[in-house]
């Protein structure tokens, strides 16, 4: 029983801690300064203050998702198919906010957002023959990204060229 507990903790903090990770370096990553502010925005764009909340939702599901996955994986086969698609998105995610903040290239992430979005969609897809659980905790995360897809092609289309000069 005792030993039980211990493997569910330590799953639960390998999977807290990656998207910690994660979300931490975003985080970092994420400028809403000057240059951010003066770009043109669709009137749907939710505030500022709630895309921590919103990233904080969708970091908590995909925690829990990938705990329940990892428990209902039929093997040590699909265990390593699972941590592998969860890397690549992982991947995929840490790149978007230096594209768009760092770099200043909304447009850059924009093409970046496509792989990123068929990654979380990859792991549902995975999760859904093992552990219908999972897949549908990563649902609200493939919902977000597409909203943040639709959001980026607004400020690239708002905003574009990208990518000159300013002095």
Known sequence: MMQTFWAHLTEIA???AAVLFVAVVGGLTTNTGPWYRNLRFPAAKPPDWAFGPGWAVI?????TAGVFAWNDAPGVGARSTLLVLFAINAAFNLAWSPLYFTLRRPDWALIELVPFWVSVLALILYCAGFSPRAAWMLAPYLAWVSFAGWL???VVRLNAPFGRRVA
């Open 59 to 63: 970091f908590a599901l995909i925690a």
């Open 14 to 16: 390998v999977a807290s």
């Open 152 to 154: 980026n092609w607004q």
